[in-house]
């Protein structure tokens, strides 16, 4: 603020020395220094209270800016809304309109199901194999273990054993516990 210089300040002092004598200079040193103390921390006040009001500003300014962004993102979102529902309308009334005719005209003609007449899958399935016919199976018999051998029907009786020991009843366990 002031340009005041070592010199400059040596000749304060040398006055002060001189005007107010040596008994009340300290006691003016340190008033002069309470009022100096004062004055700085009113301006140190002063400067915070400007720079909570400038930041207040700016984040105000920034808020703002963040709402209208917002607003536009939002107005843009309700357009593109608005788009898509009228195209969906639009789409909506081209099915019923194409609809109705694909209706009328798949009641004028007959609707083929299946296979196309004399293409392969046709053949195939009209073939019959006239010199050998397999047995059937069960469907829900899983394959042997080469892929071709069918499980052994369940319904069909046992051949007779020849082994007495497989009628047998199962022996007991050596111990005086019976199973639970």
Do not use: C, Y
């Amino acid at each position: 603020m002031f340009d005041i210089g070592f010199s400059e300040l040596l000749v304060i002092a040398v006055v002060a020395l001189v005007v107010l004598g040596p008994e009340r200079l300290p006691k003016a040193a340190r008033f002069a220094g309470l009022w100096v103390r004062r004055a700085r921390n009113q301006w140190d006040s002063v400067k915070q209270e400007l720079e909570r009001e400038l930041h207040a500003e700016e984040i105000k300014r920034q808020f703002d800016d963040v709402k209208s962004s917002v607003r536009d993102t939002e107005s843009q979102l309700r357009a593109s809304g608005e788009a898509v529902r009228r195209e969906a309308e639009q789409m909506r009334q081209d099915v019923a309109r194409h609809g109705e005719g694909v209706a009328a005209a798949a009641d004028d003609a007959p609707v083929m199901t299946g296979p196309a007449p004399g293409s392969p899958a046709s053949v195939a399935q009209h073939a019959v194999a006239t010199d050998e016919v397999e047995p059937p199976r069960d469907a829900m018999a899983p394959p042997g273990i080469d892929g071709s051998a069918p499980r052994a029907d369940v319904s069909a009786p046992l051949p007779p054993s020849t082994d007495a020991a497989a009628h047998a009843p199962t022996p007991t366990p050596p111990n005086d516990e019976a199973p639970r």
